[in-house]
Structures are given as C-alpha cells and as structure tokens.
C-alpha cells in the first residue's frame, strides 16, 4: 500500500496583493521542505505537514522532480498515474499544469505537462529494437456534469464506461497519437485554444470548468505475445471557492453549485476512503460526479496519484487556503495499491490495443 501523494504549494504575491499591502500579512510561515505553520483569520497558528512544500521560490521543475517524475516513470511501466492541481481560483493551478503558455520557450518556467510530455518520450526512447511504443492523447473539459471532448466540440456530452481489461474509458473520445514531444505540445494547444473557444460560445470562465489530460501510452515487445499499456492522467480542477464569495446568482449560481457538487463529490470520496481505513467499511460514492467517476482507479485504486494543493499566500485568501489544506491533509490518509494496471494480448494486426474478446462495457452507464 502506498498513499497518495500530496504537496503544497504557494505562488508568489500577485502585483495587486502587493499594491494591497498583503506583503505585510502573509499567512505562512516556512518550518522546512515538508512542514509550515499557517496562520488562520483568528491569528491561530495550525502546522501542516505534507511530503513536500514548495514556496514562492520554487521553481516548475523543482515541482515536476517531486511530484511529476516518478509517475511518469511508473506510467511507462503501464503503472497508471495521475496528478491533480487543486486550490481557488488565482491560486496557481493553471500556472503549475501548463506554465504561462503551452508553448512557452523559457524553459524555467515550463509547467507540468510539457515538461510530462518531454519525460514520456525521454523514458520510452527505444535502446531495445524489439520495442515499438504508441502515445495517444486525449483532451476533455468537464462543466456541468457533461464531458466535452476538447479536440472535438461537437462531442459535448461525452459517456463514462467501463470495460473489463482496461478500466473507466471515455466512450468516442478522440485520442490523437503523437509520434514526438513537439507533435503532443502542438496537440495539447490545439486543445486549449478549443477549449477557449468553446467558453467564449457558452460565456463561461475556465476557472469554472475541470480540465483532463489523458496521456495513453502502449508498448509492444516483439519477443512477447502482450502488449503493456499504462495512463497517465493530468486534472486542472476548477477553482474550489466558496460560491457565496463569488456574489454568483442565476445561472451562475447552479454553475457554481455543480462545480462545487463534483468537488464536494470528490472531497466526499476521500472521507470514505479515510474512513475505510480507520476500520469502518463505507460505501464510496465515485458514482455521484462525473469527475470522481473518472479519477475511479486514482483514488483508493490501483493508480499513482499525486495532489499539488496551490494556494494563495496573502491573509486575504486565508480561509480558502485553509481549506485547501485541510482537502490535503485529508487527501493524504487515503492508501491505494499501484501496480501494473493492463496487459492485454496483443491483437492479431499486432498494433493498437483492441478489446480482448468477452471484454464488454458493464451495463452501468453513468
Ligand atoms: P488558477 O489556475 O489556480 O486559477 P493561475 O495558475 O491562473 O491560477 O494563476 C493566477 C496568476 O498567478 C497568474 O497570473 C499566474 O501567472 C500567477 N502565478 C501562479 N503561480 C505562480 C508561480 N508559481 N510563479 C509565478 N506566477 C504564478
Ligand atoms: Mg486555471
């Protein structure tokens, strides 16, 4: 058993915050590279440990070395993984994930999923000739409990299923193969600017919206009758405020109340999974959102998963980030149990990984 694995990390103050004066009243104070006391609006101080902390200094490989690199590795091991930024909006999500741009060129500070992208390749450059490996991309973004594909806009309303042999899948959803890292960056774009796009024509912000990132990497040896297939999952969740602060109303609202119902969803997972662990056995709710439905196997299963808790460190910001810590802390009891999610037999072509026979999607369609 192995728990998942949870970091915190805090960007550094805004131009505004400084304009503010926020610089007089940050709210943490760094212990070491694991511990920092956090001082809530009472002025309590509340120690919080996590397997790492990043501060304002911190740089985007520091993140991607800790926290990224050893899923990626297991992922090419057909150990499934995923990562999830989560924190209010403003908080440095986005700007963990991506970076200021997808394509940005100062290395420095490339985000999260170019510098995924970069690893795959790197790990599963072929020194063995008999070794022939695939990497398909897919791309969704979940508003209001309906799945869109972000390389398709016309595949809005995408269905959860589950197969026997390769887990939760996304019934149709594109999956665009890239043969080099550039070939991905340029995907991976594509899918952001559509998903730009597709917000303006529904006038709806990304912080509002899930973002999903689903990297599926094949690999065939020719010596063996099997083929290994890992996935690697990337989440930029939406922003977890408190929908009182927003002053939302209408339809801004129910947005908001359903955003904050798959984050409550997934806040209510790790309860039971926690509490699984203290001896009581519960039943665990992954049904009750499109988002925990799909992390399924991330949370309490057989994937890797690593959490980057972003906050704020302005005292402005102090009870979301409170609550952001406390999702973390939590986060940090549930136990899963890695290991090698998916071999399949190879198909008779030999290439792409086909359903082995008697491999049906369960009746239950969410
Ligand atoms: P979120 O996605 O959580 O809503 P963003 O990632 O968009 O937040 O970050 C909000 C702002 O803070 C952006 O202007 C971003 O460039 C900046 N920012 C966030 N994290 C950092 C960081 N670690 N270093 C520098 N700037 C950051
Ligand atoms: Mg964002």
Do not use: W
């Not at 070794?131 to 398709?152: G, N, Q």
């Not at 269905?159 to 890239?178: D, M, P, W, Y």
């Not at 340029?186 to 990132?213: D, F, P, W």
């Not at 039971?272 to 009750?288: E, N």
């Amino acid at each position: 058993m192995s728990s998942i694995t949870v970091c915190a990390r805090f960007r550094p103050l805004t131009s505004k915050e400084k304009l503010n004066g926020d610089a007089d009243s940050v709210c943490i104070r760094c212990i070491d590279s694991e511990t920092f006391v956090f001082k809530d609006d009472k002025d309590e101080e509340l120690t919080f440990s996590f397997d790492r902390v990043f501060y304002e200094e911190s740089k985007q490989d520091d993140v991607y070395q800790f926290l990224a690199l050893p899923i990626v590795r297991d992922s090419v091991n057909a150990i499934n993984g995923t990562i999830i930024t989560y924190g209010q909006t403003g908080a440095g999500k986005t700007y963990s994930m991506e970076g200021p741009g997808i394509l940005e060129c100062d290395e420095q500070k490339k985000g999260l999923l170019p510098r995924v992208v970069k690893g795959l390749f790197d790990s599963l450059s072929p020194s063995d000739e008999e070794l022939t490996f695939s990497i398909k991309l897919s791309m969704v973004e979940i508003y209001m409990e309906k799945i869109r594909d972000l390389f398709d806009l016309s595949k809005d309303n995408i269905q959860i299923k589950e197969s026997k042999s390769r887990g939760i899948i996304l019934h149709g959803v594109t999956e665009i193969t890239v043969l080099d890292p550039a070939e991905a960056l340029q995907s991976l774009s594509r899918g952001i600017a559509n998903r730009a796009v597709g917000e303006t024509q529904m006038n709806l912000a990304s912080s509002r919206s899930h973002c999903v990132y689903i990297f599926t990497i094949q690999q065939e040896f020719s010596r063996e009758k099997r083929m290994r297939s890992g996935k690697l999952i990337l989440v930029d969740l939406a922003g977890s405020e408190k929908v009182e602060k927003t002053g939302a109303e209408g339809r801004v609202l129910e947005e908001a109340k359903t955003i904050n119902k798959s984050l409550s969803a997934l806040g209510n997972v790790i309860n039971s999974l926690t509490c699984g662990l203290q001896g009581k056995t519960s039943h665990i709710p992954y049904r009750d959102s499109k988002l925990t439905r799909m992390l399924q196997d991330a949370l309490g299963g057989t994937a890797r998963t690593a959490l980057l808790c972003c906050c704020s460190p302005s005292a402005s910001n102090v009870s979301e980030s409170l609550s952001t810590l406390r999702f973390g802390a939590r986060a940090k009891h549930i136990k899963s149990s890695p290991r090698v999610h998916c071999i399949e037999e190879k198909s008779n072509t030999g290439s792409t990984a086909s359903s082995p026979p008697g491999d049906e999607f369960s009746s239950r369609i969410m």
